[in-house]
């Protein structure tokens, strides 16, 4: 199977060379750090650490996006296989995050937004919303404010 680093910031192996589990992250390391997957991400940190003392090995791997892989303890069964396929599951998540239009999720905002404010501005409402004003609220209504004002107009009632 062959590794992609495109979206891994940092690969980090810690391991004694007489434990169970070492040739396993004898291999990740060689896979990690040949020249074809060193080729997907020039940018990415690869450090390994062969230790003098018996302890467990331990790798961390740190995503582009801020999240970690962290495997502290031998897990029993573990193979080479499986921390490869956890490495391009999260690759092709990452893929699908960054894919999302981000103008849709701002559209959700603003349309909860002016739902909100129209509630406030509405003289039939006896009521206002309870609870504290969403951000992004405020910082619509402290928008249209200034717009108002550099414009020398009243801001707006309603927003559609």
């Known amino acids: 199977m062959k590794v992609n680093l495109a979206h891994v910031a940092k690969v980090h192996i810690r391991y004694y060379p007489y434990h169970q589990n070492a040739a396993l992250m004898r291999e990740l390391m060689k896979r990690v750090s040949s020249k074809a997957a060193r080729a997907t991400n020039q940018k990415c940190q690869i450090k390994c650490e ?25 897990v029993p069964g573990i193979k080479l296989k499986d921390i490869l396929e956890e490495i391009s599951r999260k690759k092709e998540q990452i893929q699908m995050t960054a894919a999302q239009p981000a103008e849709k999720l701002e559209w959700k905002t603003t349309a909860f937004s002016a739902e909100y404010m129209n509630a406030l501005d509405d003289p039939k409402w006896n009521k206002k919303p309870q609870g504290p004003v969403p951000p992004e609220v405020l910082d619509i209504m402290e928008t249209l404010t200034t717009m108002s004002e550099f414009k020398g107009e009243s801001p707006p009632k309603e927003i559609s």
């Open 50 to 74: 062969v230790e003098s003392t018996p302890q467990e090995p331990e790798l961390l791997i740190e995503y582009g996006d801020g999240s970690k892989l962290h495997l502290q303890k031998a």
